[in-house]
């Protein structure tokens, strides 16, 4: 089962910071938080993870809480391209596959 | 860029026939996993192998499906007798499988699968 919980959909006009919450109050220690999306028909796309710390790459970044509950991933410029499903992932690395929940379909409004 | 790349794209095949799907994962990859995404749902877990040990199978892998990994590279699933219930997209991926390089899993464009 999945270990997050995230809202099934949100709204966000282009040009805006786009900010996806996730839930994950059972976390360990060990675990880390990562984010993938799905682009309708095409394969999961990596965007980010991270473990403690907050995390910039060039496609977003990762906010986690201080007790590491909760994460929020921003997209800080979106597009009608980042229209997709967004999906939080608490994983165990290296070494554990990556289970699913449903995500948060997000939707770029021109 | 070579990422993880899967074969047939999309395929069409009777209730009754055997299917196989076959993926290259990004070289030097040494884990290789296989999902199964029906519409309006996540990706489901499969199975897994590192390098051609196939260590891990979900209760979803019915005996009807078989993976394999022969030498370590590519892989190929087969579904035999098919049903329409395996109407699905079936998604490889892959990840390096060390700490050193990072254990981030790499998904391919899938697999369409049609039973009719």
């Known amino acids: 089962d999945a270990k997050t919980t995230q809202p099934p959909s949100m709204d966000c006009a282009e040009g805006r910071a786009a900010n996806l919450p996730c839930n994950h109050s059972?976390?360990?220690?060990?675990?880390?938080v990562y984010w993938y999306r799905q682009i309708h028909s095409q394969g999961p796309q990596y965007i980010i993870h991270?473990?403690?710390n907050n995390e910039t790459n060039e496609m977003a970044s990762l906010i986690i809480t201080e007790d590491r509950k909760s994460s929020t991933l921003i997209l800080p410029h979106a597009t009608l391209r980042d229209t997709a499903v967004y999906y939080c992932?608490?994983?165990?690395?290296?070494?554990?596959?990556?289970?699913f929940g449903t995500g948060t379909r997000l939707t770029i409004i021109p | 860029d070579t990422g993880v790349s899967q074969d047939p794209r999309h395929k069409i095949t009777k209730r009754g026939q055997n299917v196989t799907f076959r993926c290259d994962p990004i070289?030097?990859?040494?884990?290789l996993y296989w999902y199964r995404q029906t519409l309006g749902q996540g990706p489901e877990f499969l199975t897994y192998?590192?390098?051609?040990?196939?260590?891990?199978k979900s209760r979803l892998l019915s005996d009807r499906f078989s993976a394999e990994r022969p030498k370590g590279s590519f892989s190929t699933l087969e579904i035999q007798r098919t049903e329409q219930g395996d109407s699905a997209m079936y998604l490889c991926?892959?990840?390096?499988?060390?700490?050193?390089?990072?254990?981030?899993?790499?998904f391919g464009e899938g697999s369409w699968l049609t039973v009719v």
């Open positions: 992932i608490v994983r165990e690395n290296p070494g554990e596959k990556l289970t």
């Open positions: 192998f590192q390098n051609e040990a196939q260590l891990e």
């Open positions: 991270g473990l403690k």
């Open positions: 991926a892959s990840s390096p499988g060390h700490r050193i390089s990072g254990n981030t899993i790499y």
């Open positions: 070289s030097e990859h040494n884990r």
């Open positions: 059972t976390i360990s220690g060990n675990e880390y």
